[in-house]
């Protein structure tokens, strides 16, 4: 990622933090990100991605992505990231007041839209990009 530049989410209730890395225009989650997100379980958010796509609402080759991530086992595994577009989609069919504030931060702080990811380690995180800290005010 070229001009890497990270914004931090964080919930009202400060019991939620995102890594919100602005690159290409967009914002990228994984499954377990929204998960984590939207606090829903796996199975409710899946049906709800696979409904977005079966009911024509958005194309999944223009908003789907593989990355490969290493996991803690030390293996690379490809992993389908959603764009913002997708995550705006899965929030109001949740109705997820996290999702509500995850949408609002994003209108506010992404310049045009941000690509999301999450860091496993802090010290790559700041030799990484330039941090920004933002969250909802109460």
């Not at 919930?11 to 997100?37: C, F, N, P």
């Not at 709800?48 to 030390?74: I, M």
């Not at 293996?75 to 109001?92: A, C, E, P, R, W």
């Not at 949740?94 to 999301?116: E, P």
Request: proline residues 1%; glycine residues 4%; positive net charge.
């Amino acid at each position: 990622m070229s001009d890497l530049q990270v914004q931090i989410f964080t919930s009202q209730d400060g019991s939620a933090q995102l890594e919100v890395a602005l690159e290409r225009d967009t914002a990228w989650l994984s499954l377990d990100q929204m998960t984590a997100l939207f606090q829903r379980d796996k199975s409710v958010i899946s049906r709800h991605l696979r409904n977005v796509f079966t009911e024509g609402e958005l194309q999944r080759e223009a908003v789907v992505a593989k990355n490969a991530t290493t996991a803690a086992d030390g293996k690379t595994y490809q992993i389908d990231y959603y764009n913002l577009d997708v995550i705006i989609s899965v929030g109001y069919r949740v109705k997820s007041q996290r999702g509500v504030q995850f949408r609002q931060w994003a209108t506010r702080n992404c310049s045009a839209r941000c690509v999301v990811r999450v860091w496993r380690r802090p010290w790559l995180r700041l030799s990484r990009a330039s941090v920004t800290s933002c969250s909802i005010p109460t």
